[in-house]
């Protein structure tokens, strides 16, 4: 019993090391100001839009996924206007034609945020090809019928890579700003149940 007793806390202490260990920051200043100035070259973002991680999920699943475009128009919004880099050009096209294309430029949004991340000493996600592609294949699988249970799969991918980079971009500011329900995201409801009854009825004509 006391070897138990010995062994239990020598893997606590061990465990407990481990986590000291695990937040010790090894990098140096003169490798920490290189990264950064490597991070503003390729371009960050210093807004985002902000929305609970539930209230995501919850429209993204009532509107039959139609909210994330929406998400994705609003982030591009605020990214363009928040974007910077060291040689100060620009995002090429709209946020509309982003959100139109949310299953490309999911990809160079995952990396930005990221790379935010990574500049404000913040956890980044993982790597932005894993994320776009959970996306985009995410959404083809849930469409497929005779998919079965693999459609619920691609479902849980679709939602968890827009979840997932919303809980980073959460936790960028010190302070989050309040989080008041607007009336373009709970439209994105009944716009996603017009938008996959008309596809339905084009379906069962052609």
Partial sequence: MDRLLQLI???GLLGAAYAVLAR???TSDAKRAEEKERLK???LSA???FVPVGRLLVLTLLSGGFFVFY???KQWQAVRAGYKNTAGTPLNYSPLWRAVLTPVSFYQFAAILNRTCRYLRRPAAWPAWLWGTAFWAGAAAACIRDLGWGRLLGLAAFCAAP???QKHINGL???LPRFR???AEMMCVPMGWLLWAAGYILAQKF
């Fill in 47 to 49: 807004q985002y839009y």
């Fill in 24 to 26: 010790w920051d090894y």
């Fill in 71 to 73: 998400w994705s128009y």
């Fill in 173 to 175: 500011p010190k302070e």
């Fill in 163 to 165: 979840y997932t980079l």
């Fill in 41 to 43: 070259e390729a371009g």
């Fill in 9 to 11: 806390l020598g893997i």
């Fill in 181 to 183: 329900l607007k009336w």
